[in-house]
DNA sequence: AGGTCGGTTGGAACCGCTTCCACATGCTCT
DNA sequence: AGAGCATGTGGAAGCGGTTCCAACCGACCT
């Protein structure tokens, strides 16, 4: 017969073999000053003969308190998703709080996720990244006490990490402006679903804001929208394309779409830069790969700063923790290989 | 002055207002059939008026299991484990586990993850990606009983999803010599650390393979290793292309690398494919875009299988637990457009 | 010598759940 | 009628920590 390993060793075995009361071990374990060196020393000694580790879950349970940080995000829509939670993970990383993960593709994945939370014991705080929470589930949130930080939305009850993304528009539609062009495409996403926000919408105002101040008329056939994935932004791309006065240049909403309109323009024999210009945004990695001009928004540093202030909440830093704190990331164009002057 | 919210409910609170003791609450909680009815519908009544949610804490501590399944990855070195984690994400996200995230990049955090895991409170099963545990860390984790699934790893303690790499390195040699190539290069991961393992070896035993049933002289200047990213394989590229008689193709352990060689082609102006075929490994996301041949690995599906598995494992499944289960997933060479026959 | 006082220490109570055991109830079966 | 038996139910014990309080100790005071 097989013998069982022995079950791990819990704080009173701790304290039997040392020849101590429990609370001499806790004392012990959690660095109290009020214990004599020798009995810590023999405490130590009897932790180290048993390989005791403390249970987290009980600890979790008397403490009130998880060591863990909740991180919902919509992961596998974009890669870009992926970059601001490498920033979070590098940050929990040298903390005490480990990075609980949720994933919500589908709408009531996301439901799941914020109940999960919402009651406050299984994490001790929150990072939101890309979405925002309905209003029900806010009020929830500052019920349970739960510190709680958007990374990449908006909300007034939440402190928040965001960019200027009417500027980030501005900035792209300048660039090509700069360069020349008059007819100037823009593909954002599709309206958003209640959970995201309007980022892509504040980007097309900044492209219409600049448009407008070079005196350039906003031509509606160049304004189109579809999901975030770069092969249904291929498919506008070529309508785009197909257009009989088609644009010499496209600014898309993201780089997968940036990338779409790449291919289409591959699909479609349309050489770049030298007859059409692409401006993405984002600046994920695929971006530098392929030489895309894009606008640079700093993801990593998005979820590593969002990180950073909620452990400060945590902390008690109630300075931050109150009204509407909101920290704007810088944005700049990255000049690359796929924009260059209009033909002609 | 701020009247704080009341403390969540407890199980107490909800037996109190229901006029029930606790042991009937946590029997309809955890829908026990020895339950009147009418009592039934008292407590359901009182839950809801409280607004009660369990202790996710307390179940756990009372139960032994967490309902967590934790994942140790080097999620910043690659991103084809990004693409292993969404596989994963997928299958816990459907199940009853939570994901526990934990980013190993330097030895130490490895090392503390392991840590982490090893009593066996905090997950109730443990998936290891693309890392292999050491001796010592292997002891524990089957002391604690906690069943363990590696992803892209072998390890004859454990249950395992990995790749033939002998054969996709193989599948690529062959590929470009039927291609006609015979002056074909090969660029590999650098020696692997103790806690990697040596995938790219297994791909340089195929890539000589392949040549030798070619009768293709290995040539040892045509081999060489280096880090994963993509940086490091340009300049080895670029060095393999100055060579006096340069490759007419490069078969590179990885897409990032194969990605630095297509860049040190464009740096030195030479053509790909009409001067220069290369070829990847792994055929994650930019590969597509990129228009790379590659020899495909089923990432996702390494994830997904692997949690697949693990969840076998959970329910009690001791077919698969018990001795070296492997779940070998076939590879294929995808021909894009980076391949081609050698000049002249 | 007796009283204070600060530093150590043991251990009970508690965190919120599950589970087991004892007990009550209303049946059926001799 | 009394034993036997499901069926429902209350509540104590236990999961493994932390914390608080009381007790103990020797040193120091008067």
Redesign the interface.
């Known amino acids: 017969m097989e013998s069982l ?1 022995p079950a ?1 060793a819990t704080i009173s075995d701790v304290a039997a073999r040392a020849g101590v009361g429990v609370g001499t071990v806790s004392r012990v374990l959690n660095g109290r000053a009020n214990v004599r060196p020798l009995t810590r020393a023999r405490v130590l000694e009897a932790i180290d003969a048993l390989a005791y ?1 403390p ?4 600890r ?2 008397s403490l009130r308190r ?1 060591h ?1 940080i909740g991180v919902v995000v919509p ?2 829509t974009s ?1 870009s998703a ?1 970059e601001r939670v ?1 920033g979070i ?2 940050v929990l ?1 040298r903390s005490q709080y ?6 919500v ?1 589908s709408e009531d ?1 996301r439901e799941h996720a914020f ?2 939370f ?5 994490s001790d705080g929150l990072l939101l990244v890309s979405l925002v929470p309905p209003d029900d589930e806010v009020e929830r949130l ?4 739960l510190p709680c930080v958007l990374v990449d939305a908006p909300h007034p009850a939440f402190p928040s990490i965001v960019i200027d993304d009417v500027r980030g528009g501005e900035l792209a539609a300048a660039h090509l402006i700069g360069l020349g062009h008059r007819r100037i495409a823009f593909i954002g996403d599709k309206p958003p679903d209640p959970f995201r926000f309007a980022s892509s919408r504040d980007r097309t105002r900044g492209y219409e804001r600049a448009l407008a101040s070079a005196g350039i008329e906003v031509r509606p056939e160049y304004v189109r929208e579809g999901t975030q994935s ?1 092969q249904v932004a291929r498919g506008i791309a070529i309508d785009l394309l197909r257009l009989p006065q088609r644009p010499t240049a496209v600014f898309a909403a993201s780089d997968a779409q940036a ?1 779409g309109v790449l ?1 289409a323009a591959r699909i479609l024999g349309i050489r770049v830069p030298e007859e059409l210009s692409v401006v993405g945004f984002d600046d994920v ?2 971006a530098a ?2 030489g895309l001009t894009t606008v640079r928004q700093p993801l990593y540093e998005s979820g590593s700063h969002g990180a950073e202030l909620l452990l400060r909440l945590l902390e008690g830093d109630a300075a931050s923790s109150g009204g509407p704190y909101v920290e704007q990331l810088p944005v700049e164009v990255v000049v690359r290989s796929t924009t260059g002057p209009p033909p002609g």
């Open positions: 390993p791990p580790r249970s987290s879950a009980a979790s349970l998880t863990v992961f596998f890669p992926v490498r993970a590098s990383a480990d990075l609980m993960l949720f994933d593709e994945r109940r999960l919402d009651r406050g014991d299984r500052q019920a349970a006490r770069h990338l291919e990695e695929v790969y392929t």
